[in-house]
């Protein structure tokens, strides 16, 4: 399932095979959300240009990237130990090079060199065409770091390597960077500002995944319903463009038709909207393609409206409340998952009664749950104390966490006697005799192998279920296939 932050995932090193001989070896591993995990296939492409070739064998490589997330502190205390790690390694092969991929690259800039003497890279989100330079750099004995952000890179030249999958879905990368300025979220700093990606070169991408038989794709942004193509710049800049640059712009819920009109026996997802941008053209266009899947993932963070604008989200929670209704109107067999964030500057308990009871009111199918992390230079750390105690934090937490599992499953149970149609991704974790594979809601189902194969449609009758995991039995190809 689409997890913001995917711990199954978190530090997957990614191969794929050099174009040349004698090539350099490069160990990429990434942590944090979809979108780095994206972003380390563009890094992959470059530098297989370049000749390298990867390695998941960290003790023989002659270049280490990871791809870094600040989203919260956690996830940069995981990369420190990972710094440690390699250099642990560097004993044993002094010449290996380790540079520093993301977000943590671009919020901590050159202090990086300084604080982890063992990087000799740095490279921001909006740098990496710029690598074989850096690397040059580094083989002549320089440290070398490139943070700049960009007002139109988004990669859309760049076909990304894709063999780190299941080959049979992808992430194809829509907007970059984010302007919503979210008081706790440093996303707005180590991203930029939002930018759109043509859309002839979105469409490209997805044809050619078609012709090497994936199924299905999930657009990527941090604000997807946010998208808006004019020509390439800055979203921000949408104002200063052209009557005929506005005329004949393309918006998300256009962009969602011409791509479900383009493959209509692909799958297509999107990841993340946010409640202030999702139009209801968008949920028309979800209710017009049968292929575009009925689940939204609509981060709600708080349930209570003077948190909500404490946080600087553009919406209270009866608009909130009223988007749910019209996504239940417009397309009853919908799933919705949420992330919450939960012990933000100045909550009280009654705030995050808010929560539980708005939680009550959705029944969200998942959720992604997280205590408060202060981030340094947001505009949440510039103005308000973290005042709410740890031990509350995690209570409350565990609170919300617990209700989203009663939530799942009930939710997962609803499905139960139904017959759905499920995309076969891989092997079952738990049994080699069974697939698994996802629904059009996104929940995971499991079901014996027969005949089937991986990227096949199968409808299944599904006659049980654990808490977030359908069972069944295949009933025959769907039409899909
Ligand atoms: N762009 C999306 C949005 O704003 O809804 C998702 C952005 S972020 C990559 C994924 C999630 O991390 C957020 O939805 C939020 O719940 C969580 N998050 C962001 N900043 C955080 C912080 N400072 N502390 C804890 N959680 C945080």
């Not at 700049?148 to 999958?165: A, M, W």
């Not at 349930?303 to 209704?325: C, D, P, V």
């Not at 629904?439 to 014996?448: D, E, K, M």
């Amino acid at each position: 399932m689409e997890k913001i932050i995917d711990e199954k995932r978190q530090g997957e090193t990614l191969v794929f095979k050099a174009s040349q001989n004698n090539s350099r070896k490069l160990f990429i591993e990434s942590y944090g959300c979809q979108m780095n995990f994206s972003d380390s296939e563009i890094v992959a492409s470059i530098l297989a240009n370049e000749g390298f070739k990867t390695t998941q064998k960290l003790e023989e490589a002659d270049l280490v990237l990871v791809n870094t997330c600040s989203i919260r502190d956690k996830a940069e205390q995981t990369i420190r130990k990972r710094l440690e790690k390699y250099n642990a390694v560097k004993r044993i092969n002094p010449g290996m090079k380790v540079g520093v991929l993301g977000c943590m690259a671009e919020r901590l800039k050159s202090k990086f060199l300084e604080e982890e003497k063992i990087v000799d890279l740095v490279v921001g989100p909006d740098a990496y065409k710029d690598l074989p330079n850096l690397i040059k750099e580094v083989d002549d004995g320089r440290d070398a770091v490139n943070v700049i952000l960009s007002k139109d890179e988004t990669y859309g030249d760049i076909s990304p390597v894709r063999l780190g999958g299941n080959g049979v879905t992808a992430f194809v990368s829509i907007t970059r960077g984010c302007d919503n300025m979210c008081t706790f979220c440093v996303v707005p700093f180590t991203r930029g500002r939002e930018r759109s990606r043509d859309p002839h070169s979105i469409l490209q991408e997805i044809n050619d995944l078609n012709e090497k038989g994936y199924k299905e794709i999930t657009l990527l942004g941090q604000n997807v319903d946010s998208y808006l193509w004019y020509g390439g710049g800055l979203k921000k800049n949408f104002k200063n463009a052209s009557e005929i640059q506005k005329a004949t712009a393309t918006n998300f819920s256009q962009l969602l038709d011409m791509v479900a009109l383009a493959q209509p026996k692909m799958r297509i997802r999107f990841s993340t909207s946010n409640p202030q941008d999702m139009t209801e053209e968008v949920l028309y266009i979800m209710a017009k393609h049968k292929n575009i899947c009925d689940y939204i993932h609509l981060p709600v963070q708080s349930g209570s409206t003077r948190i909500l604008k404490e946080m600087n989200r553009q919406h209270t929670r009866e608009e909130y409340i009223a988007q749910i209704n019209r996504i239940r109107e417009i397309l009853p067999d919908c799933s919705i998952s949420q992330d919450i964030i939960t012990g933000f500057p100045t909550e009280t308990e009654e705030d995050h009664k808010d929560t539980l009871s708005l939680m009550d009111y959705v029944k969200y199918d998942y959720g992604y749950m997280f205590a408060y992390s202060e981030r340094p230079g947001t505009l949440a750390a510039r103005k308000i104390k973290d005042d709410v105690p740890e031990e509350i934090k995690k209570r409350r937490l565990a609170e919300i966490v617990s209700l989203q599992r009663e939530h799942c499953a009930f939710r997962t149970e609803s499905f139960v006697g139904k017959t759905l149609e499920v995309l076969i991704e891989k092997e079952s974790k738990k049994s080699d005799q069974h697939w698994a594979g996802r629904t059009s809601q996104n929940t995971v189902a499991v079901f014996p192998k027969e005949n089937y194969k991986i990227g096949d449609f199968v409808i299944v009758k599904i006659s049980d279920c654990t808490s977030a995991t359908l069972i069944g039995e295949g009933v025959w190809y769907s039409e899909n296939n």
